[in-house]
């Protein structure tokens, strides 16, 4: 079975940090590009960040602002996204999904709760 697997949400104060991880499973994260997306309360689906099969080319949402990065371990089959800064905007539910390339349907994680709060 072919799925993905978040980690590493909780509550944090504004201004602080906080490491996403996510593993896949069933297939080898070296096949496709990926991405992180998020979801608020209320709100649609929004792309945070993507990036290429060999880490050369990664993008970003205009709301990171340098913020965020996301990286790979393909050897680990693990995405990540590290998220410093932290605002209270950025609060919602974070999954990573399979990109353009993926050859088949698309993949998403059921996601982690990221909740910024004073």
Partial sequence: EVQLVET???LVQPGESLTLSCV???????ETDMKWVRQAPG???????GISID????????FVKG????????AKNTLYLQMN??????TAVYSCA????????PI???GTQVTVSS
């Avoid at 800064?85 to 950025?90: A, I, K, Q, V």
């Fill in 24 to 30: 896949a499973s069933g297939f080898r994260l070296e």
């Fill in 55 to 62: 880490s050369s080319t990664s993008t970003y949402g205009d």
């Fill in 8 to 10: 590493g949400g909780g």
């Fill in 67 to 74: 913020r965020f990065t996301i990286s790979r371990d393909n």
């Fill in 108 to 110: 998403r994680g059921l």
């Fill in 85 to 90: 800064n932290l605002e209270t905007e950025d």
């Fill in 98 to 105: 399979t990109g353009a390339i993926w050859r088949g349907p």
């Fill in 43 to 49: 709100k649609g689906l929004e792309r945070v960040a």
